[in-house]
């Protein structure tokens, strides 16, 4: 199967423009949470996100799934609540292991609290919990004095079943396989089977462990998309984190290769490890296997048998202005090779700038700055800009006041371009 990026910024910033496939049987994959361990609110991890494990599988026949419940859970439930409308929604939750970054989202998915809605829950027997493991899990999280609410308020149908690693069942036409994988306490690796493509979700798991990494392969065979555990740099695996039950992009692209996937996806990012490092980590895999994603909150991955089509959500924080600046562009395309070409910028996003003032501005004031480009007769580039003063300093230039102002939503904004 090949890949073409739809309209969208991929991960290393280039910007490619291809139109989607249109096919009947589609499966599609979108990630509501990415990261591993804990939910990151530092600035440097917001493009590929903060939420951690949650991705929504719906197959042709909209059958949904729902693979692990971490905080990016509630995101979904939201979603759906607002998409759905009225309708009852059923959906499958495959369920990976026990450690909160996987069930912490559970508490916070609004459908659970509708009496006309149905889940199906999977996951397996902890030795540590005994029988029902899940179900324990979730009520444990609903009861006193961890939440406000007990659990009889979550009022939609909810049917447990334990699986185990080697398992093989339907869902309407669906086929899930289940392996076990190197993790402490426990983990299951999930194999999806739809009419779309087929989908491995293997997170939290410690390559090194022979039966396992078997298990692993074989599950993995095949894959149009392998989901896996890159939480560690391969030095990082080999020294500080040996044990904690975690893997790399480097052993993600042995997998790959060995089990001949079509398509990798790094994920469970190190709540450490910001935006930078993971573009580094993905750089790094793509020279060894091409293919490779790094899984980004909101990214939708559409499966058919056209091929896999991946699409990033809008991730541009700033304010965004209408203008016209010549520029000059290099990046990569989609077959490795680089290229240069002349071209228009038709829109910038803008977070703020520093101003030398005569005046002194009060701090928290609303600001307007206009932005004339320099020799611009027709105005071309006009940008007109409402701020916020955020810092006030003596200023660099003599006898002038230092500003520093956050452009905010103009409810009013000029365009540029007319
Ligand atoms: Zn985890
Ligand atoms: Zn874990």
Redesign the pocket.
């Known amino acids: 199967m090949s890949l073409h990026l739809d309209d969208s910024e991929g991960a290393l910033g280039v910007r490619v423009t291809i139109r989607p496939a249109m096919a009947h049987n589609v499966t599609k994959l979108v990630f509501w949470g990415v990261r591993g361990s804990t939910p990151t609110l530092e600035r440097d991890t917001w493009r590929y996100g903060g939420n951690t494990p949650c991705i929504e599988l719906t197959t042709p026949d909209n059958t949904r799934f729902i693979l692990d419940c971490g905080t990016g859970l509630r995101m979904l439930g939201n979603r759906w609540t607002g998409s759905l409308g009225n309708s009852r929604i059923e959906a499958h939750v495959l369920v990976t292991?026990y450690?909160w970054?996987?069930i912490q989202g559970l508490p916070f998915f609004h459908p659970f609290f509708e009496a006309k809605n149905k889940f199906h829950f999977y996951s397996f027997q902890s030795k540590h919990l005994g029988p029902n493991s899940l179900r324990q899990v979730l009520e444990a999280q609903l009861a006193s004095p961890y939440f406000p609410i007990n659990v009889s308020m979550m009022t939609a149908t909810r049917i447990f079943r334990e699986v185990t690693g080697g398992e093989r069942w339907e869902i309407k036409g669906t086929r899930i396989t289940t392996s076990w994988l190197n993790?402490?306490q426990g983990?299951l690796g999930y194999r999806i089977d739809t009419a779309g493509g087929s989908v491995v979700y293997a997170t939290?798991n410690e390559p090194g462990a022979p039966e396992m990494d078997l298990g692993l392969r074989q599950l993995a065979q095949d894959a149009d998309v392998l989901i896996y555990d890159a939480q560690y740099s391969p030095e990082q695996l080999a020294s500080g984190r040996k044990g904690w039950?975690h893997s790399s992009w480097l052993e993600g692209v042995k997998l790959a290769r060995e089990a001949k996937v079509r398509n990798l996806v790094l994920f469970h990012h190190d709540p450490d490890s910001s935006d930078q490092t993971v573009d580094g980590f993905l750089l790094a895999a793509r020279r060894e296997f091409p293919a490779t994603w790094a899984a980004t909150e909101g990214m939708t991955i559409s499966l058919s048998e056209r091929g896999v089509g991946v699409t990033l959500r809008e991730s541009r924080l700033g304010q965004r202005r209408r203008l016209r600046f010549a520029a000059t562009v290099t990046g990569q395309s989609e077959d490795g090779s680089t290229f240069e070409e002349k071209a228009i910028v038709r829109d910038l996003s803008l977070q703020g700038a520093y101003l030398c003032l005569n005046n002194r501005p009060r701090l928290q004031s609303e600001l307007r700055v206009v932005i004339d480009a320099a020799g611009d007769d027709d105005h071309s580039s006009l940008l007109s800009l409402r701020g916020t003063v955020v810092h006030f300093d003596p200023g660099r230039e003599k006898n002038q006041n230092g500003v520093g102002v956050v452009f905010i939503e103009d409810s009013d904004p000029t365009p540029s371009e007319d």
């Open positions: 292991h450690h970054d996987h993790h402490p983990c939290d039950g």
